[in-house]
């Protein structure tokens, strides 16, 4: 990966909050389909990282 390369893909990074990052700070709606944000989890990964 070159330096601009890396220069490009750090801009496209959020840097998450402080709340975001200790679970204050409260989240969306989960997505349609989905009733809690733990059943998309679970539909979305493998149980190994669920």
Same mark, same amino acid.
């Not at 990074?13 to 700070?25: A, F, W």
């Given at each position: 990966? &070159?330096?601009? *390369?890396?220069?490009?893909? #750090? #801009?496209? !990074?959020? !840097?998450?909050?402080? =709340? *975001?990052?200790? =679970? &204050? *700070?409260? !989240?969306? *709606?989960?997505?349609? =389909? ?13 149980? #190994?990282? &669920?």
């Amino acid at each position: 990966m &070159s330096d601009h *390369e890396l220069v490009e893909w #750090a #801009a496209k !990074i959020d !840097i998450p909050t402080p =709340g *975001e990052l200790d =679970g &204050s *700070e409260p !989240i969306g *709606e989960p997505p349609v =389909g989905f009733a809690t944000w733990r059943e998309w989890t679970v539909y979305r990964w493998p149980p #190994a990282l &669920s």
